[in-house]
């Protein structure tokens, strides 16, 4: 059966009321032949998202409508490999007691921060370089950003080649990764000088499930964006990941109001300091 993500938007609902309304839809799925395999619950920005193993979107809104009557608002069909990549799990969280039992109270937000990276010129480099040459240069870039992500709490979620897509549960570690990446980089070209490797990043924020029918898509296509309007060795932010990062110490350069080809409205650009 296809795999589903619906959202709620549910203002003001407590912790205990919406794992109270995931116990009700347990106690029923059967009777629909559905299967509810996890959900996440922002409570700031009062949504939940539910994954789900249905045979038809109509059979999660007859589900909920009897349960406790929260339709959702949006449902998309997902690849459950891409929820994980994104989102770090595809089943409830299980006490670390070793029962094995589900752990409602370590439900986190879906919302996440999509960071991509990008080489310079890596195209070029094969050219100029021999393919044996290059291809040791782009393993040194995947290790230094991978050990940068790894350190920072963030997801893999795509390797395109001469850059990634990553996703960070938290703006602070996201804007740390980026950070990471550029200091790292910059050592790696002090030691290594006969050709060196320059990267752009960009990021946006944003929940999973929107109107535009794909897993996190104006978020992955803004970050995308952003991370193409960037300069080499530059790492730049949209809005929405700058409004996270409140309280942080961190100096965001303001780059202006950008038109990115899709969206509607010019989006405020930040840039990250790496130094």
Not at 24 to 30: G, K, R
Not at 148 to 163: I, L, P, Q
Not at 245 to 263: A, H
Request: a negative charge; hydrophobic letters at 35%; one cysteine or more.
């Amino acid at each position: 059966m296809p795999i589903y993500m619906d959202r709620h938007y549910e203002p003001g609902l407590t912790r205990d009321e919406i794992i109270e309304a995931h116990r009700q839809d347990l106690a029923i799925q059967d009777r629909y032949g559905v299967r509810f395999l996890t959900y996440w619950h922002d409570d700031v920005r009062g949504t939940v998202f539910c994954l789900i193993d249905s045979p038809d979107k109509e059979s999660v809104v007859r589900l909920h409508t009897e349960s406790h009557g929260s339709v959702p608002h949006e449902i998309i069909e997902v690849d459950p490999a891409l929820v994980e990549a994104f989102l770090g799990r595809v089943t409830d969280p299980r006490m670390s007691d070793g029962s094995g039992r589900p752990d409602e109270r370590a439900i986190e937000s879906a919302f996440r921060v999509i960071v991509f990276t990008d080489l310079k010129d890596s195209t070029a480099m094969t050219v100029q370089l021999g393919q044996s040459r290059a291809m040791q240069l782009l393993r040194a870039h995947n290790a230094l950003v991978r050990n940068a992500v790894r350190e920072h709490c963030g997801r893999e979620v795509k390797h395109t080649g001469d850059g990634f897509m990553l996703s960070f549960q938290k703006a602070s570690n996201a804007i740390g990764c980026s950070v990471a990446i550029q200091r790292a980089f910059r050592e790696f070209n002090r030691r290594n000088r006969s050709y060196p490797l320059q990267v752009r990043i960009g990021m946006s924020a944003g929940e999973p499930v929107e109107e535009h029918g794909d897993l996190f898509g104006s978020a992955v296509q803004l970050a995308s964006r952003v991370c193409a309007h960037a300069e080499p060795e530059q790492t730049l932010a949209a809005e929405t990941v700058v409004r996270e990062c409140g309280g942080l110490p961190i100096e965001f350069v303001p780059q202006g109001e950008v038109r990115f080809k899709g969206f509607l409205h010019p989006v405020a650009v930040y840039e990250v300091p790496c130094r």
